[in-house]
C-alpha cells in the first residue's frame, strides 16, 4: 500500500492469496476486539467527490459474531499475548 488508506486494489490483492470460500469477518474495536459479519459492499462519493467503497455489517441480531479470536487480536496486535494465571492449592473445609 502507499498510501494511508487501503484502496479497492490492495484488499483485492491481500484477499487473493485466501480460500475463496471462506467466510469473511470484519475486526472492530482494537480496545474490545469484537468479529462481525460482512453483509453488504456499497460504493458512495465523500465529501471531496472521491469515490469510497464500504463493507457493512448485515442488520440480523446475529450479525456481531462475538469476541475477536486472542490470536487474530494478537495478530492485529491489538493486544498482547496473555497467559492464564498459576493456580493455587485449593482451600479445604476447616481453614487448610
Do not use: C, K
Amino acid at each position: 500500500m502507499t498510501s494511508a488508506e487501503m484502496t479497492v486494489g490492495d484488499l483485492i490483492d491481500l484477499l487473493a492469496e485466501f480460500d475463496r470460500s471462506a467466510p469473511v469477518r470484519q475486526a472492530m474495536n482494537p480496545f474490545f476486539p469484537m468479529a462481525h459479519r460482512l453483509a453488504q459492499v456499497v460504493q458512495s462519493v465523500d465529501r471531496t467527490g472521491r469515490t469510497v467503497v464500504y463493507l457493512a455489517e448485515g442488520r440480523d441480531e446475529d450479525a456481531q459474531l462475538g469476541h475477536l479470536p486472542p490470536e487474530v487480536a494478537m495478530e492485529l496486535t491489538w493486544q498482547g499475548p496473555v497467559e492464564t494465571p498459576p493456580r493455587r492449592p485449593r482451600r479445604r473445609a476447616g481453614g487448610n
